[in-house]
T-cell receptor, first 115, second 111 residues
Framework: GAGVSQSPSNKVTEKGKDVELRCDPI?????LYWYRQSLGQGLEFLIY????????KSGLPSDRFSAERTGGSVSTLTIQRTQQEDSAVYLC?????????????FGQGTRLTVV | SQKIEQNSEALNIQEGKTATLTCNYT??????LQWYRQDPGRGPVFLLL?????KEKRKERLKVTFDTTLKQSLFHITASQPADSATYLC??????????FGGGTRVLVKP
């Protein structure tokens, strides 16, 4: 695609429900990142995928959060048993490779509201 | 612990003046540093990358410096315009190649 695509753009869910957020990176990009951004705050790193390597999950805030990347392309971030503090914008980014300092391209984000 | 710090206070500046933003980092040894712009409701957009062996980088009205001794990067917007109003974020690659961001500085250019 022309850019990084995220869906849905907005999601309202009840506390305790599970949600899945989807990211379609730019075709051919081997690196994929997930970030969380609370209102007025910076980007909080969640997880990073690079090619076929094991993902860096060091930013996931709890075991309720998980992510996978199928076929080296589309990624899904799953939040189980959502809590109100999970409300934030979830941003996905992709880049061609990591070692050469290439830029990251971001999607528009998914705004998650837990009520 | 590793930190990337940007001034969290908004920077209000008059149109035509130069805006200067600071990015300080601790416990990193980055090979390069990136700057992004973020508008409300949108994802960040890449602006500039500067490598550790570069002292200064320019792109149109933007200038970035990188001092690895001071562990600091400065981001300048010269001849600022109201359209430059946005949040600006610096980013570094942490261990394991994960791209880590500072908290961002909001810039408001008044006509």
């Amino acid at each position: 695609g022309a850019g990084v695509s995220q869906s849905p753009s907005n999601k309202v869910t009840e506390k305790g429900k599970d949600v899945e957020l989807r990211c379609d990176p730019i075709s051919g990009h081997t690196a994929l990142y997930w970030y969380r951004q609370s209102l007025g705050q910076g980007l909080e790193f969640l997880i990073y995928f690079q090619g076929n390597s094991a993902p860096d999950k060091s930013g996931l805030p709890s075991d309720r959060f998980s992510a996978e990347r199928t076929g080296g392309s589309v990624s899904t971030l799953t939040i189980q048993r959502t809590q109100q503090e999970d409300s934030a914008v979830y941003l996905c980014a992709s880049s061609t490779r990591t070692g050469a300092g290439t830029e990251a391209f971001f999607g528009q984000g998914t705004r998650l509201t837990v009520v | 612990s590793q930190k990337i710090e940007q001034n969290s206070e908004a920077l209000n500046i008059q149109e035509g003046k130069t805006a200067t933003l600071t990015c300080n980092y601790t416990n990193y040894s980055p090979a390069y540093l990136q700057w992004y712009r973020q508008d409300p409701g949108r994802g960040p957009v890449f602006l500039l990358l500067i490598r550790e062996n570069e002292k200064e980088k320019r792109k149109e009205r933007l200038k970035v410096t990188f001092d690895t001794t001071l562990k600091q990067s400065l981001f300048h917007i010269t001849a600022s315009q109201p359209a430059d109003s946005a949040t600006y974020l610096c980013a570094l690659k942490a261990a394991g190649n994960k791209l880590t961001f500072g908290g961002g500085t909001r810039v408001l250019v008044k006509p």
